[in-house]
């Protein structure tokens, strides 16, 4: 076994081509024979990876977009207004597309890339130290999203059964079943699950939406139950007393949920024909483009300044509540499975290497995959129940990391694509100004975006925490 880290090109070997430095020619022709050779070399292993079609990796996509996180942009509505909220919605996914299209663009440039770690060694020049720090931020991103996973799994079942359970019993049963979830190898196989995962969220949007329709008004809200805030309303500006942190926050929260790109190199390294990619990019930016915005402007058009995060713990009437959460334990497993096998893979051909076994039905190969996997769903356990704000320290990993994954990634990329024709011609021009955005953007999210979170965490420090491993009831 191999333990060092699988750089391509050193422990990995490269396809034996007909011309030599293709890997590094950039040619459209050279790239499309590197992934004929890649496909080929896997095609011969026990364990095949480069098996997506382009259908199977848009409801890969979707599986993992289609989420909880949709339902927290009505709130984002009601702290921004209707002309901030839905001008950082637009703006996010115009730069969702154009990021995700230069990533791609990088990526068949170099198609040996098989994971974000790998992206940022070829980013930032084949640099060991970019690798390693890439790596740091995929495994703590990766584990502690995994770990929220676990604690909204602890909730939902929470919810359901009106706390008939300590919730770490909750957290331990959501947990066992992601584990056991997770141990299909390929994301061809996961992909089925996306499926389902992205039917049952949209049946629970579904239902959210009739149910905040026909009640007669919502209950709870942030600033008092209703009709404490007075009758709903919705309004096209931040209301007044609203402060910087909230709306940073709130934008915080629009952003993140155009930000999956950091498993997007893993997604396309397991393509039959990654130069396809685009098209299951183009059916999920139509997806996340409708869900992204209608549903969460319905809904505040229904729960106005009472608006929560998820907008399902507004409903007034319990038996709504209950009927549309309960259809989001699929979605809360599948995209924690996604992560997982994303994350695993990077940690088990990191400890195996070249070895025959990373890719055969061995014993030793399985086993150690199972037993990475239990560790990974483990630490995210610990981490559930550990810390006490889970969506804040959320929220400040994602301002730490997807700035990187999200913009500064893609910046450096794009640079990396066309230095030294960056100014020819006006539409190569206004690609580099957008560019140029998207660095500041990220850089933005850094910043203040960062130290924006830190203050919500101190904010909700200092109104008291829940102890670890605490039997709390966590419902909506």
Not at 70 to 78: D, E, F, K, P, R
Not at 310 to 339: N, Q, W
Not at 437 to 445: D, E, I, K, S, T
Request: glycine content about 8%.
């Amino acid at each position: 076994m191999s333990t060092s880290p699988a750089y391509i090109g050193e422990d990995k070997k490269d396809p034996v081509l007909a011309n030599p430095g293709v890997l590094e020619s950039g040619n459209e022709s050279d790239s499309i024979d590197t992934i004929t050779a890649l496909v080929i070399e896997d095609h011969q292993h026990d364990i095949k990876l480069r098996t997506m079609s382009w259908q199977r990796a848009a409801w890969l996509l979707a599986g993992d977009q289609v989420c909880l996180a949709i339902m927290a942009q009505t709130w984002s509505l009601s702290v921004l207004g209707w002309v901030p909220g839905i001008i950082t919605m637009v703006v996010a996914g115009i730069l969702f597309w154009i990021t995700s299209i230069t990533m791609h663009k990088f990526i068949m440039k170099h198609p040996q890339i098989r994971d974000i770690c790998d992206f940022g060694y070829y980013a930032f020049g084949k640099s060991r130290i970019a690798y390693e720090f890439t790596a740091f931020m995929l495994l703590a991103n990766n584990i502690i999203l995994i770990g929220f996973h676990v604690l909204t799994g602890a909730k939902v079942l929470n919810t359901l059964s009106d706390h008939s359970l300590c919730t770490v019993v909750f957290s331990v049963i959501t947990t066992i079943m992601g584990v056991i979830m997770s141990l299909p190898r390929t994301l061809n196989h996961v992909s089925f699950m996306s499926m389902f995962s992205a039917f049952c969220m949209g049946i629970a949007i579904l239902l959210f939406l009739i149910f905040a329709g026909i009640e007669d008004a919502p209950l709870y809200g942030y600033g008092g139950n209703y009709p404490t805030l007075g009758e709903v309303k919705t309004y096209a500006f931040p209301q007044k007393g609203t402060d910087w942190i909230a709306c940073m926050n709130a934008v915080l929260n629009i952003t993140f949920l155009w930000v999956p790109q950091i498993l997007f190199p893993t997604f396309i390294s397991e393509m039959e024909k990654p130069q396809d990619f685009p098209k299951a990019l183009a059916v999920l930016a139509a997806i996340s483009t409708f869900l992204f915005i209608v549903p969460p402007s319905i809904g505040f058009r229904y729960l106005g300044q009472y608006s929560t995060a998820p907008a399902f713990g507004s409903l007034g009437v319990t038996a709504y509540k209950k009927g549309s959460f309960a259809f989001v334990i699929v979605p809360t497993l599948v995209i924690g499975v996604i992560y997982a096998n994303v994350t695993a893979k990077f940690i088990y051909f990191r400890i195996l290497g070249t070895s025959h076994h990373a890719h055969s039905n061995t014993v030793i190969g399985w086993g150690l995959w199972g037993a990475v996997m239990a560790f990974i769903w483990a630490v995210a356990f610990i981490f559930a129940e550990v810390v006490p704000s889970m969506g804040d320290f959320l929220s400040l990993l994602g301002a730490a990391f997807d700035s990187f994954f999200g913009f500064i990634f893609f910046a450096v990329a794009y640079w990396q694509l066309y230095k030294g024709k960056l100014w020819n011609g006006a539409g190569r021009s206004v690609m580099t100004v957008i560019h140029i955005f998207v660095l500041a953007c990220g850089l933005f999210l850094l910043g203040p975006g960062l130290y924006a979170a830190v203050k919500a965490i101190i904010a909700d420090y200092s109104g008291g925490t829940k102890p670890a491993f605490s039997c709390a009831n966590v419902a909506i």
